[in-house]
């Protein structure tokens, strides 16, 4: 987490990755399965745009033992580090 931080707010370059996520994802050919393909996708556009822009100011401010969000097919699994990455 701490090596993605302290980057200073950047919603064009979270939308780009997005972006190029979404593109592996279909030259791999995951693309194809509907439902591998959104999870994938929904998880790592929320990874990106919530979490990992949360500590835009400098990575110590980046919480020890942070824990990581767990997903589920049903999207994030509450209780289980829902406050987290």
Known sequence: MRMHSGNGPHEDMDRRAIGCFDQALADVGLA?????????????????????SRYYRSADDVPDGLPIQRWSWDGPVRGMGSDAI
Not at 32 to 52: C, E, G, I, P, S
């Open 32 to 52: 194809d399965d509907n439902r591998l393909r959104k999870v994938l996708h929904d998880y790592f556009a929320w990874a990106t745009t919530t979490t990992l």
